[in-house]
């Protein structure tokens, strides 16, 4: 049983995650957010219960998809959507956007627009950590798409080899953009790619914010005994195409109404707040107002904040 603290705060996340990125699409067709726009949306159970176990001193890497990651970790609505929007008030100065957003004090080393990308970076945080001594994990997030990659197997194989306490969490939503994880591998179970690396593995239900959290406070407890790496494949489903402008036409209706339906992260906890732990409908929609204000109030705070010049972005272009 869990505490009402804990199932306030986790849904807290679960919804800002939900909310933010369905007015971000909003925001994104009245073209105020410019380049592409990867939603987090029906994936929101893995980074809420993965961060969820995460100390604050502790490190994450993040995606293309990232903004879920960011949110989780405890950034702001208006930090968030002033980066999206590129203002100086962003979390980056409105240099990171969507898919480069950073927040260092939070332990968030950065989201990564290259697949895989970030995988050797949060592997070369927990190697830091280990040089250092220092009582910290690093939860790396990537893809089903960026197993395929090189870096993912380099990575995983060198955190294995320096036992790191790193934390290598594949969200599986069944598609690399448009390639269904069948067409792309002959093993779909992703875990056990971990295995062949001497890798302690597990597969858990991506789309139970419950069953993500228990496997990751046990895997972040174990690298914190020098028994790392881990690897967590949590299997999920996108609620629509790879970015705003896919329609996800080869997406079957079926499969995406089920997600929806029967296996919505958001309002599987909600229903549970509800059942198990004694909360009203009416808290959690006291709670849910409270977000959507904060997020209208992020909104024209970025709206309001100025821009970035062409002649500061020479400058930042000039000092590298």
Not at 73 to 102: C, D, Q
Not at 133 to 149: C, I, K, Q, S
Not at 215 to 241: D, M
Not at 270 to 290: G, K
Request: aromatic content about 10%; proline content about 2%.
């Amino acid at each position: 049983m869990y505490s009402k603290e804990f199932l306030i705060s986790l849904y807290r996340t679960l919804y800002s995650i939900r909310h933010f990125e369905t007015e971000c699409i909003k925001l994104y067709r009245q073209g105020l957010i410019r380049g592409y726009f990867h939603p987090y949306l029906g994936e929101e159970g893995i980074a809420s219960g993965v961060c969820a176990a995460l100390a604050d001193r502790d490190y994450i890497t993040s995606t293309h998809r990232g903004h879920g990651h960011c949110l989780a970790r405890g950034a702001k609505f208006k930090g968030m959507v002033a980066e999206l929007l590129g203002k100086k008030t962003g979390y980056n100065s409105g240099f990171g956007g969507s898919m480069h957003i950073a927040e260092l004090e939070k332990g968030n080393l950065g989201a990564n627009a290259i697949v895989g990308g970030n995988i050797a970076m949060g592997v070369g945080a927990a190697l830091g950590v280990s040089i250092r001594g220092e009582d910290r994990v690093a939860a790396v997030f990537t893809t089903d798409g960026a197993t395929n990659n090189g870096a993912f197997a380099e990575s995983l194989n060198l955190a294995a080899a320096w036992d790191l306490p790193a934390i290598i969490v594949i969200e599986n939503n069944q598609y690399a953009v448009s390639t269904s994880i069948d067409e792309a591998t002959r093993e779909t179970e992703l875990y056990k790619r971990g295995r062949g690396f001497g890798v302690e593995s597990y597969r858990v239900d991506g789309n139970n914010p419950f069953e993500v959290y228990e496997k990751a406070k046990e895997s972040v407890a174990k690298c914190r005994q020098g028994k790392g790496p881990i690897l967590i494949e949590g299997v999920t489903y996108r609620h629509a195409g790879h970015h705003v402008n896919d329609p996800g036409t080869y997406m079957p209706e079926d499969k995406v109404k089920y997600y929806k339906e029967e296996k919505d992260p958001v309002k599987h906890v909600r229903q549970y707040m509800i059942d198990e732990a004694d909360i009203s409908e009416n808290d959690i929609d006291v709670l849910e107002q409270e977000i959507e204000q904060e997020m209208e109030e992020a909104v024209e705070f970025a709206q309001e904040s100025p821009e970035v010049s062409v002649e500061e972005f020479k400058e930042l272009i000039e000092d590298y």
